[in-house]
């Protein structure tokens, strides 16, 4: 019997995302959306693209500006044993809704004795590099990851972005889907054209908490999130160039946190560099480093970290270029190590 291939069908994140809550939305009754402007706009950034049309205002809920009203109202809603999806537009925003985030949606299934669940996906955008300034640009992955009792995701590609969303949905904890807006694949925001690849039709889910090499190598490992992967990405093609081969592992999950995937890629090339567009200090890029140290990998040189430097984000485009991760840094790192 001969088999039909499936026809390639690319997308962008942000129709990835659309799509898979629109597939989730279909078949459980009890998944809803809210945020603002996330209706008849379809979300500024594009993931609610079509849902209102479809749905309609009941479950496709457009919400004042009162972040902690409507995370509340979602964390009680899942806690009764409904599913709904929340956008907070920019994470910069966490800070005015944190106690519903971290003392409600992440606690509660543990206050409770594990009686009642919280199954609700919290998506927020991430990342700069548009001159949107510091209260719209930042990525606070660790911020998030830090916190026990919610699992924390951010993909890097629209295969990626689908799975993993119908996953979160199904989940019956809580998950921050954290999406980078310049991976969105909205023009006004720069498009990574890696990030546009194809997607199946059909509902999937891709594991949440598991890491995957996208680019085999022996010489060094990169590893990355979100952004951080198409900077090791292009790195990478640079260094081959030179004669050397990167591995790069893309996380996906940064809660869990897959160290088993980077601690078997490190023993293999024994070098390290993690690249992440949140703060250098504290952040995932020293949790990746100190996995790997603790599990006593030999290294042929100390590791090397490209993130944000701990400044408050610039609105001057040439400050803000000036401070974000590059392939040029990436490969800068590598050198360093080189001269070590």
Excluded at 66 to 91: C, N, Q, R
Excluded at 259 to 266: H, P
Excluded at 283 to 305: D, F, Y
């Amino acid at each position: 019997m001969t088999q039909v291939k499936e026809k390639e069908r690319k997308l962008t994140i942000a129709r990835a995302m659309a799509e898979a809550i629109a597939q989730e939305m279909r078949t459980d009754d009890k998944v809803f959306v809210m945020g603002e402007d996330i209706g008849e706009l379809g979300g500024v950034f594009g993931n609610t693209r079509g849902l209102h049309e479809e749905f309609g205002s009941e479950r496709v809920r457009d919400t004042p500006i009162s972040e902690t009203a409507f995370i509340g109202a979602a964390v009680g809603a899942a806690s009764d044993g409904m599913k709904p999806v929340v956008e907070l537009m920019f994470v910069d925003f966490f800070g005015v809704c944190f106690d519903a985030i971290y003392n409600m949606m992440a606690k509660n299934t543990y206050f409770s004795g594990g009686n009642v669940t919280v199954p609700m996906v919290l998506m927020t955008s991430t990342g700069g590099g548009y001159s949107d300034g510091g209260q719209h640009s930042q990525c606070v992955h660790a911020t998030f990851a830090h916190l026990p009792g919610m699992k924390v995701v951010a993909p890097s590609n629209a295969y990626d972005a689908k799975g993993m969303m119908i996953a979160a949905i199904r989940d019956p904890n809580p998950v921050v889907f954290m999406f980078h807006k310049a991976l969105q694949g909205m023009g006004w925001l720069g498009t990574e054209k890696e990030a546009i690849v194809h997607v199946p039709e059909a509902a999937y889910e891709v594991e949440l908490g598991k890491a995957v090499v996208t680019r085999p190598g022996t010489d060094v490992t990169i590893v990355g999130i979100t952004s951080g992967v198409h900077f090791g990405l292009k790195a990478a093609r640079i260094l081959e160039e030179q004669g050397v081969s990167a591995e790069v592992v893309d996380l996906r999950s940064l809660a869990p946190l897959d160290r088993d995937t980077v601690i078997e890629s490190v023993k293999k090339t024994g070098r390290l560099i993690v690249v992440d567009e949140d703060y250098h200090s504290y952040g995932m890029t020293a949790e990746i480093i100190a996995s790997v140290v603790e599990a006593g990998v030999p290294l042929k040189a100390a590791p090397q970290r490209v993130a944000y430097p701990d400044i408050p984000i610039p609105f001057a485009r040439p400050m803000e270029q000036w401070a974000l991760p590059s392939p040029e840094k990436i490969i800068a790192a590598f050198n360093k190590m080189k001269e070590d």
